[in-house]
């Protein structure tokens, strides 16, 4: 094992969108765990949407970064160093780690990866919080029935893939937006998808909407915000659900864009508007993931990522989430994975 290693660090904050300027990497002295720590040779690590907030000193959901700090996410990797009574060296985990070739992880807080069930990259994407993120978002929040027009912006993302795919096996009539013809296909031709509309290539989404959806929308799952959320308002039915899970149309604008008012678009349709933060289930995650991995098991869940080989490119593959570069689950590949 080498005595030293490359970490990424957070170098300054954003104004607007970031850039390759707000990001550092250090070669370091490879760290050491501590009592109940792991040691983990990082194969992969996930670049999220959500971190964009964390660049931002403003109050939020996840805890700002400060400048200075080494940049986090989740990993899976290799054990090559355990503290911890339930795992040995050589056993592959999931947890909260750093962007770099090595991480210090609690033992306490990880998960067992089993390439039985999936390649190791799925454990940051179906397997992961996004697929907990989808899980919970649609079934709960969301409450689909038989029958229902569930749309969802983002939909070749790693959330909004999933929840398609759950809300057509609970008999729902969906359609995703996404941002090019090969993503469209994906979604129509692989996953299920009743139909699906190219935002980038669609002039009017209301019309559009009026296509996809003649029956109106019981259920909209926004990853987005944005002209896309504007039009789906419209259509709103008696009693539809709104998760709001993401906003990625608005996270890197100094000042929010100001589009049709909604509010008075809910009074109509009695609709319920519901932000989802996923840690709100954090003790109901074995349900998902139990559930989540019966179904990629069984072939009833299709799943897809995009790969950008070394930590090296780490921040561009991050910087590509903002101009939709990934179809499914961004992933580094940070190292390759042992046997």
């Known amino acids: ?20 300027d707000c990001f550092d990497l250090r070669e370091e002295e ?12 990082v194969q992969y690590l996930s670049v999220d949407p959500y971190m964009r907030g964390r660049m931002d000193d403003r109050e939020s959901y996840a ?11 989740a990993v899976v990797g290799e054990v090559v160093e355990s503290h911890h009574h339930s795992y040995e060296e050589g056993d592959f985990v999931t947890g909260e780690g750093a962007w770099a070739e090595y991480s210090v992880l609690d033992g306490d807080d990880v998960g067992p990866v089993d390439p039985s069930i999936a390649d190791p990259e799925a454990y940051l994407g179906v397997l992961g919080m996004p697929g907990r993120t989808a899980y919970f978002g649609l079934l709960e929040e969301g409450e689909p029935k038989p029958g ?13 893939s999933v929840v398609g795919q759950i809300a057509s096996m609970n008999g729902c009539h969906v359609v995703g937006f996404a941002g090019s013809e090969e993503k469209t296909d994906w979604l129509t031709d692989d996953l299920g998808f009743d139909a699906a ?9 209301r019309a559009a909407l009026d296509d996809a959806a003649p029956g109106g929308v019981d259920v909209y799952f926004d990853n987005v915000g944005g002209p896309i959320t504007d039009a789906v308002f419209t259509k709103l039915n008696l009693d539809a659900r709104v998760a709001v899970c993401g906003q990625i149309a608005h996270y890197n604008a100094e ?18 508007v519901q932000g989802l933060l996923v840690g709100d289930y954090a003790t109901r995650f074995g349900e998902a993931s139990k559930q ?33 570069d990934n179809i499914g689950k961004q992933v580094v590949q940070v190292s390759e994975p042992s046997a």
């Open 1 to 20: 094992m080498p005595e030293t290693h490359s970490a990424w660090y957070f170098a300054e904050r954003p104004q607007g969108e970031p850039d390759l």
């Open 30 to 41: 490879r760290p050491s765990p501590n009592p109940g720590e792991l040691l983990v040779e």
């Open 63 to 73: 805890e700002p970064w400060d400048v200075g700090d080494v940049l986090k996410g």
């Open 148 to 160: 229902d027009t569930v749309v969802v912006s983002g939909a070749a993302g790693a959330v909004g």
């Open 197 to 205: 509309i190219n935002y980038k290539t669609t002039e009017d989404y």
């Open 255 to 272: 000042s929010v864009p100001m589009g049709p008012r909604k509010l008075p678009m809910l009074i109509a349709p009695r609709a319920t």
């Open 292 to 324: 989540l991995a019966q179904w990629v098991g069984a072939g009833e869940l299709e799943h897809r990522e995009t790969i950008v080989e070394g930590l090296d490119r780490a921040p561009e593959a991050f910087l590509g989430l903002f101009s939709g």
